[in-house]
């Protein structure tokens, strides 16, 4: 089973979940701007990615400014706080699959979380190829 959470207003996690279900499987979406975080199940996403909230920390198109969580003396217990309050703090898609669990940006980072690869040629929204016609994947 593979599980995203997923916005789908973002381009990279549209991309990913189109990968995803081109690869032969239909994912677990999890919109989690409409279903919010736990403070648990971001700890385990994190901890699985091997990130800490600052790295998981979206600092693009979200109120992290605002909020005054760029500034490198707020500590990772405030932006976790942050996160939970405001949902749109985590970058985003984070796939899990029996592979792994990974921040999946760029797109192309979610294909060793496959079982099997898309067919060829496989193309992002904005044209950009990810894998060629032969199945193999583009640098």
Not at 28 to 40: C, K, M, N, Q, S
Not at 72 to 81: K, N, P, Q, R, T
């Amino acid at each position: 089973m593979i599980v995203i959470h997923h916005n789908p207003d973002c381009g990279t996690s549209r991309n990913v979940l189109g990968i995803i279900r081109k690869s032969g499987t239909e994912p677990v979406v999890i919109d989690y701007l409409a279903e919010g975080w736990t403070r648990p199940q971001l700890l385990a996403l994190f901890a699985a990615c091997g990130l800490t909230p600052r790295q998981a920390l979206r600092v693009s198109k979200s109120p992290a400014a605002e909020l005054g969580l760029l500034d490198e003396g707020v500590g990772d217990e405030a932006i976790l706080a942050a996160m939970l309050r405001h949902p749109v703090l985590v970058n985003r898609p984070i796939v899990a699959s029996p592979r792994g669990v990974r921040l999946c940006r760029p797109s192309e980072t979610v294909l060793p979380l496959l079982d099997r690869l898309p067919p060829g040629p496989l193309y992002k929204e904005d044209g950009q190829m990810i894998l060629n016609e032969k199945g193999e994947i583009l640098d």
